[in-house]
Nanobody, 111 residues
Framework: QVQLVESGGGLVQPGGSLRLSCAAS????????MGWYRQAPGKQRELVAVVTRGLRTNYAESVKGRFTISRDNAKNTVYLQMNSLKPEDTAVYYC?????WGQGTLVTVSS
């Protein structure tokens, strides 16, 4: 059974950077959208960024200009480069390939 494996979360100071990765453990036929979502404590899960197979991207307004999503189709991997991190970016980040979800990785932005 295919699983999504995330990595790259952790603790970072405000203004810092992190890079998240999410790879499929097995082969997936025809992945269309690859996306990142996040869920902060007490809040609903929200879209952070998504990239289609044709490399069209869409970002939440709160992360535009700071986060960059990219994908490597040959490796079935999606990345999220996060710069200028703010405390309000603290959340569990989940990747999603079509309708398949990762287990989540915690990002904490704190001094």
């Amino acid at each position: 059974q295919v699983q999504l494996v995330e990595s790259g979360g952790g603790l970072v100071q405000p203004g810092g950077s992190l890079r998240l990765s999410c790879a499929a453990s097995g082969s997936i036929f025809s992945i269309n959208a690859m996306g990142w979502y996040r869920q902060a404590p007490g809040k609903q899960r929200e879209l952070v960024a998504v990239v289609t197979r044709g490399l069209r991207t869409n970002y939440a307004e709160s992360v535009k200009g700071r986060f960059t999503i990219s994908r490597d189709n040959a490796k079935n991997t999606v990345y999220l480069q996060m710069n200028s991190l703010k405390p309000e970016d603290t959340a569990v980040y989940y990747c999603k390939f079509n309708e398949l979800w990762g287990q989540g990785t915690l990002v904490t932005v704190s001094s």
